[in-house]
């Protein structure tokens, strides 16, 4: 199983970037599996930002992203994406891609953003 994020990087306060994670190799549908986004900090635990289910695609956020923060999924390109406008620099961390199945659960690697002038 392969959870490959992309899209991170450097981005100034109140910019906007657009994470990817690209999903193979998982046993059952892709549709099938709750996505998520977290996030975790220097010296701090990780934790959820936004999640997905894999029925009817209702959402969840974390009360410091609602409004800014939007994921969706592509269960065509077996894809899931957050979206991440009017960035704050408390939003500098590194966001890891889950995917979450009834008895299993898979993590990426984590692609860094910083929010920084």
């Known amino acids: 199983v392969q959870l490959v994020e992309s899209g991170g990087g450097l981005v100034q306060p109140g910019g906007s970037l657009r994470l990817s994670c690209a999903a193979s190799?998982?046993?059952?549908?892709?549709?099938?599996?709750?996505m998520s986004w977290y996030r975790q900090a220097p010296g701090k635990e990780r934790e959820l930002v936004a999640d997905?289910?894999?029925?009817?695609?209702?959402?969840n956020y974390a009360d410091s992203v609602k409004g800014r923060f939007t994921i969706s999924r592509d269960n065509a390109k077996t894809t899931v994406y957050l979206q991440m406008n009017s960035l704050k620099p408390e939003d500098t961390a590194v966001y890891y891609c889950?995917?979450?199945?009834?008895?299993?659960?898979?993590w990426g690697q984590g692609t860094q953003v910083t929010v920084s002038s």
């Open positions: 190799g998982l046993p059952f549908t892709f549709s099938r599996y709750a």
């Open positions: 889950n995917a979450r199945g009834v008895l299993s659960n898979y």
């Open positions: 997905i289910l894999s029925a009817g695609g209702t959402t």
